[in-house]
């Protein structure tokens, strides 16, 4: 994310009082989110540019995982992005800013996918789940893994939007149901009913891997 990038919103010039200010203050990777996001409220684009660094490994992996394709997880991370720098003003701290951003990059992942309507397989090392290689795996259970980590994550695709969402979100995120009803603007029997289905769903379709 550069000044360039979330240039909608312009910081105090650099002769004012609050600039001089901001030459002795600490610097911006020490301070803590609630600060960071005041100032970034405040027109501070270097803070929010330090908000976005926190989170944007944790936001990316979301959009891979509900998307399956990772140019379109990094388009959709870049437009909520911007918006969420267009937008930062109207956060109240009623939620956490992580929940806040999840919810901003849910909504542009499920407008993306909605124009796309694409359901392919999440990267191989991005696939749910898989466990650790310890070295010790012979070439045949390597083989063998790498096989249901690809139908795994075909089945996480083949999804419905909602209940791909709400999964990933719940178990590769491990939200909780309150925070997962937050982001996705969905009431939490709603959430847990989406989950129920998904899981359903992955059970019936990995039967032959059990």
């Given at each position: ?45 270097g ?76 990267p ?72 129920h ?14």
């Amino acid at each position: 994310m550069t000044n360039a990038q979330v240039s909608g919103r312009s910081a105090t010039g650099a002769g004012s009082p609050r600039a001089a200010r901001a030459a002795h203050a600490p610097s911006r990777a020490t301070l803590d989110e609630a600060t960071l996001v005041v100032r970034a409220q405040d027109g501070d684009a270097g803070a929010f540019e330090e908000l976005a660094r926190r989170h944007q490994e944790t936001l990316f992996r979301v959009a891979v995982r509900v998307l399956g394709e990772r140019a379109d997880a990094e388009d959709a991370l870049q437009e909520a992005l911007i918006d969420a720098w267009r937008r930062i003003g109207t956060f109240r701290g009623d939620a956490a800013f992580s929940t806040w951003m999840y919810r901003i990059v849910v909504n542009r992942c499920t407008a993306l996918a909605r124009r796309a309507r694409r359901t392919e397989p999440l990267p191989p090392d991005d696939g749910p789940g898989a466990p650790p290689d310890d070295g010790r795996r012979s070439p045949e259970r390597v083989a063998e893994v790498d096989a249901e980590m690809a139908a795994l994550s075909r089945a996480v695709a083949s999804l419905p939007e909602e209940q791909r969402t709400a999964w990933v979100l719940r178990e590769l995120e491990g939200l909780g149901y309150t925070e997962i009803s937050q982001i996705t603007g969905a009431g939490e029997t709603a959430v847990r009913g989406r989950i129920h289905r998904a899981r359903g769903a992955l059970a019936e379709r990995m039967r032959a891997w059990r």
